[in-house]
């Protein structure tokens, strides 16, 4: 008796908690692999209701229109405990677009590159 609730409690873990498991996806040209440093660009999270089976909310997160990237979408620690919380009724994961550190299209060279425009649209300020 003993060991059959040792199983089935060892069982329970294992099934509630999913690994921090990550997919990527590359998108365009995108060329790199993980090893590759890559930027946020952005970051949403997409809810689910129903052990997955039910999608609540459908981000709408920004992507570049110049430049590869890649999605990647993983279930993080924040993500485990609310599942975990709620016995998996409530669920989320959370998706990252990410591109190329020091690419046109990471946001520190974006944000470089609006300044130094609006310096030059309004000189003196």
Same mark, same amino acid.
């Given at each position: ?76 620690? =924040? ?9 998996? #009724?409530?669920?989320? *994961?959370? %998706?990252?677009? /990410? =591109? ?9 060279? #974006?944000?470089?590159? *609006?300044? %130094?425009?609006? /310096? ?6």
């Amino acid at each position: 008796m003993k060991s059959t609730l040792k199983f089935s409690v060892l069982l329970l873990v294992i099934l509630s908690l999913s690994s921090c498991f990550i997919n990527r996806t590359p998108v365009g040209y995108f060329q790199g692999g993980k090893d590759i440093e890559t930027v946020k660009f952005d970051k949403k999270k997409q809810m689910y209701v129903l052990w997955g089976f039910l999608a609540l909310k459908h981000p709408e997160v920004k992507t570049p229109a110049d430049c590869g990237y890649v999605v990647k979408t993983s279930f993080n620690g =924040v993500d485990v405990i609310a599942s975990i919380l709620t016995c998996g #009724i409530f669920s989320m *994961r959370t %998706i990252k677009i /990410e =591109v190329l550190k020091d690419s046109p299209c990471d946001p520190k060279i #974006i944000r470089q590159e *609006r300044k %130094i425009e609006r /310096e030059e649209s309004h000189p003196g300020k």
